[in-house]
């Protein structure tokens, strides 16, 4: 049985685009003169934010002349800064029929939309033709795909001989059941974390090689404890902590509580995000 119904309720908002307006303006931003950048504590949805991203396009070498394919684009926020600094034109792909129409609305925003666009549909079926794009990435997304075996043999289908595919996913590497929710799944029924061991063997089974390979965890370490340490100056009344325009509107009433379980879990050893650059062999 697909679980992809469930994942995509699972992010599903209702009225994004409408919440994403009213956080704009409430920060006192317009969408009229809006920048990629300004968007950024909105629509990176991963650990480590634009930092992280700008850290993973340093480590996957792509151009101006390449045409990616973001995999789980979310509400676009990776694609708009690759297409922001590297210059390059990026095709996203998501579940989420809420966030495929926030992702367009937002890079139509900040004047983006000549170099992205945005499919509604099931990265186990990429709606695209073979060899369609010079590379390949996506951030924090093999944690709700089980068959990571057929997610890879797909992209690697889309993507040309030679070009480079670029995972930042969260992985398990310790032992210990995962308190939920996180901001990938309420509960065990659709997250499939794994291994980065098993990460590697479904790449080359795929046909990929391995470039490059990094745990992230003593970075979202830091970066959690900046976070921590913000949070704690707004509850002392300094001004301080998350402007009006965050990832709340993303995930919802109970942020909170997924951002809480997600940091302990990373404490706890039981995951990390792990970044792996691999290569489509010819």
């Known amino acids: ?6 994942v995509a309720d699972h992010y599903t908002h209702g009225a994004l685009i409408d919440a994403l307006r009213r956080a704009v303006e409430a920060a006192g931003l317009s969408p009229d003169t809006l920048t990629a950048a300004d968007l950024a504590p909105a629509d990176e949805f991963h650990i480590g934010g634009r930092q992280a991203t700008l850290a993973f396009i340093d480590r996957l070498g792509f151009g101006p002349d390449d045409h990616l394919l973001d995999i789980g684009c979310g509400i676009g926020g990776p694609a708009r800064c690759f297409a922001d600094t590297v210059g390059c034109r990026v095709t996203g792909i998501d579940l989420t029929p809420d966030y495929v129409e926030a992702a367009a609305a937002l890079s139509g925003w900040v004047g983006l939309g000549d170099r992205l666009d945005f ?11 073979d060899a369609a794009f010079d590379g390949a990435y996506m951030l924090h997304v093999g944690m709700n795909i089980a068959d990571k075996a057929a997610l ?12 480079t595919f670029g995972l930042f996913d969260i992985m398990c590497t310790g032992d210990g059941a995962l308190a939920y ?9 659709t997250s499939f974390v794994e291994t980065p061991a ?16 990094r745990d992230r965890r003593a970075f979202a370490l830091s970066f959690f404890a900046a976070l921590k340490a913000n949070t704690a100056k707004a509850a002392k009344g300094i001004k301080a902590g998350p402007p009006p325009l965050g990832l709340h509107i993303v995930m919802g ?9 997600m940091i302990a879990n990373v404490e706890a050893g039981r995951i990390a995000p ?3 650059v691999a290569r489509r062999l010819k």
Do not use: C
């Open 152 to 163: 890879f043999t797909e992209v690697a289908r889309a993507v040309k001989p030679g070009g």
């Open 274 to 276: 792990v970044e792996i």
């Open 253 to 261: 009433a109970d942020a909170p509580a997924k951002v809480a379980n």
């Open 198 to 213: 098993r990460y590697r063997v479904a790449l080359e089974g795929a046909g990929f090689e391995i470039v490059a390979e």
């Open 181 to 189: 929710p996180v901001p990938w799944a309420r509960d065990a029924a």
């Open 1 to 6: 049985m697909s679980h992809e119904p469930a």
């Open 119 to 129: 499919h509604q549909g099931s990265a186990l079926a990429l709606p695209f033709e």
